[in-house]
C-alpha cells in the first residue's frame, strides 16, 4: 500500500531542483530507461546486497512500471516482501534515484517479472560528481557529530551512503538538532580497519523516511575542505565494500 512508505524531502538547498514529481515526466524518464535498456540497482527493503533489473514495460493507465525479475529465487522472495525498494541507474550520464513502497509477482511475455507503482518522486542528481556507496545495515558505519555549537558532547549517527562527496545520516532522535545549511566541524568517521577521519560538514538536505515499522530522519551532508589523506581513506573503504560485494555475489 502506497501510505505505508513516505519518502519526504523536508528542507533542501539547490539540490531540490532535481527532484520530479509529476506523472508525466516520471513515466517519460522510465519508458526513456526502457528503450534504453538501463540496469537498474534494486535494494530491497534492508537488503545489504542490490539486485540488478530492467524496465519492461510502462502502464500509464494504471499507472505502473513492469521490471525484469531477479533470477534467484531467494532474491525474489526478498523483493516482494521488502518494503520500501530503493532504484539506482543512471541515463545518459545522470544518476536516477527512485523509490517505491512494494511490488508484486506478475509476468512479462511469458516470463516471471515484477510490477511497482509508478513513483511518484524522482532524483536526478547532474551534479554529482562522486560514486556513492549505499551501506549495508551491518555493521553499521558510525559517525560521531557535535551536539551543537560550542558543545563538547558528541552525539553518535548511523551513516546510510558515503562518497568522496559527502555522506547522509540518520538523525539521532535526541541530542542533536540540525538544520539546512549548518556547518558541523570536527565529526569522526571511524572506517573498519582503515582508520577515523575527522572532517567539517555542512548539511544540504534534509528527509523523512516512513516505514511499516516507523520513520527515521535522514541528513544528507557535504564535506567541507576535507583533507586528501581522508579523501584517499574514504576511497579505499568504498573499493574494499565493493570489492566485498562483488566477492559475495560470485
Partial sequence: MIDNIRFDLLEADDFARYVLEGPTDIAFYM???????ANLSVYAGRA??????MVLAVDDARPAVVIDAPRSTEQMDQALKAAPLVFQTALEKVKIQFMVPACSATTFEGQPAL??????????????DYYRLILPPNP??????????????MVDATVVDISG??????????????KVDSV???CQITLPELGTITATLQVRNMFRVTERGGSELRAGCQFIGLPGAADALIQRYILR???ERSTREI
Avoid: Y
Fill in 165 to 178: 562527496g559527502g555522506l547522509a545520516v540518520v538523525v539521532p532522535p535526541d541530542g542533536v538538532s540540525l
Fill in 31 to 37: 519508458r526513456a530507461l526502457k528503450d534504453k535498456r
Fill in 115 to 128: 510490477e511497482i507503482p509508478l513513483p511518484t518522486r524522482m532524483l536526478r542528481l547532474q551534479r554529482r
Fill in 184 to 186: 558541523l566541524d570536527n
Fill in 241 to 243: 565494500m565493493e570489492r
Fill in 140 to 153: 553499521p558505519l558510525r559517525c560521531l557529530l557535535p551536539a551543537g555549537e560550542g558543545e563538547q558532547r
Fill in 48 to 53: 545489504p546486497e542490490p539486485f540488478l533489473t
